[in-house]
């Protein structure tokens, strides 16, 4: 179970603004490791646009589709949305794989709410995914987003995510080919590390790599790959990477609460947050954050939230198997997080058909709800 942390009474949250746009083209500088090395951060000014703060719901595989984006949206509090990954192999996908993974290509790479998503590629061939990237922005993608952190064995086995970075000189050669690929075209590049495999020995080559190449902002993960999901999450290397680096760092990790919210962008001096376990486990976290609401949401109210999404999925026809282990996936989730919903997830656990959860669930949300409002109707 998550900890929460003690809010800092004299911390408000800044006005929010829209996505930024390209950055200006980097200009020959000395790289973090040397800023690092030498202890000083004068010519640390970000080359990318300001902005107020922003919170991104983070690209989870199995678990963050287009459904599970447009409802968070609904909710409100989200700046924006990174797809889950498209992985890169041997050839270039069809248009369908591009559509199948972020259907908001279709509607201006934006949630019906009007939340802009990122795509987000994986893989190790830089040319391979620079014409990835190429296509998903003729597509209509925005931000393309590239996947440097997945710590699935599976994935890291297959020379993608994590494990790539081992090999800064490799991070570097794909975002500096995707990079090339995108500039013609107004979609930018952003990518999304931890901060390291087994240690954190590389995290300023690493984040040399990717700046240098060309992305515009960057999210780490405040754990090693070899961390998993362990907590603690590292803030204060946050704070590190950020002090050294020129373009925008996005924290990751461990925040379960707006008190670690609050917490996290103390202690790492992000403006920016990206959240991913926790607001799965509290849908309503990011609005909470957003509207400085500490009260926790009832059962009632995961209940109503995870039965919109799921009767959602079944008018689009998916079947009733699919609908009864997603949910019980996403309590799965919820289980994990600050409310107690361990009797509800005992039950469904038991059960053998989608109705069968759909009436569980439907009673859990007839008690007292503290967010109906933030529903959609």
């Known amino acids: 179970m998550p900890q929460t942390a003690t809010i800092n009474p004299q911390a408000a949250r800044p006005k929010k603004s829209a996505t930024p746009q390209n950055s200006v083209t980097p200009q020959k500088r000395s790289t973090p490791a040397e800023r690092q090395q030498a202890g000083s951060f004068a010519d640390t000014k970000p080359l990318a646009p300001t902005q107020d703060a922003r919170i991104a719901l983070a690209p989870m595989e199995g678990v963050v589709d287009a459904g599970v984006r447009q409802l968070i949206s609904e909710i409100g509090g989200v700046d924006f949305c990174v797809t889950e990954f498209m992985r890169v192999t041997t050839e270039l996908q069809p248009r ?17 709410q009007g939340t802009p998503v990122h795509f987000q590629l994986l893989g190790s061939d830089p040319q391979l995914l620079a014409a990835h990237a190429e296509k998903a922005a003729a597509l209509g993608a925005q931000v393309v987003d590239l996947n440097f952190g997945c710590p699935a064995k599976t994935v890291n ?13 490799l991070i570097h050669d794909i975002v500096t080919a995707c990079s090339k690929a995108l500039a013609a075209t107004p979609a930018r590049l952003t990518a999304k590390m931890r901060l390291g495999y087994e240690d954190t020995r590389q995290a300023y080559d690493n984040l040399s790599a990717i700046e240098e190449g060309g992305a515009t902002e960057l999210v780490v993960h405040a754990r090693t790959k070899t961390d998993g999901y362990k907590p603690p999450a590292h803030w204060q290397w946050l704070d590190k990477l950020r002090a050294v680096s020129h373009i925008p760092i996005i924290g990751n990790g461990e925040i379960w609460s707006p008190d670690d919210y609050w917490r996290c962008r103390d202690v790492s001096g992000c403006t920016d947050l990206m959240l991913g376990r926790g607001l799965l486990a509290d849908p309503y976290l ?14 009632a109210d995961l209940s109503a939230a995870l039965l919109i999404y799921l009767r959602r999925m079944q008018l689009q026809d998916y079947p009733g198997k699919f609908l009864l282990a997603r949910g019980k996936q996403w309590l799965g989730m919820i289980k994990k997080g600050l409310v107690p919903v361990d009797s509800l997830f005992d039950a469904v656990k038991t059960c053998r058909d989608a109705e069968q959860m759909f009436q569980l669930l439907e009673q859990s949300a007839a008690g007292e709800c503290h967010y109906a409002h933030y529903l959609p109707e």
């Open 96 to 112: 369908r794989a591009f559509m199948r993974i972020c259907p908001e290509l279709l509607t201006a790479s934006q949630t019906p």
């Open 157 to 169: 086995r297959h020379k993608g995510g994590a494990v790539l970075l081992q090999t800064p000189e």
């Open 286 to 299: 990011a609005r909470r954050i957003l509207d400085d609401n500490p009260q926790l949401p009832s059962q």
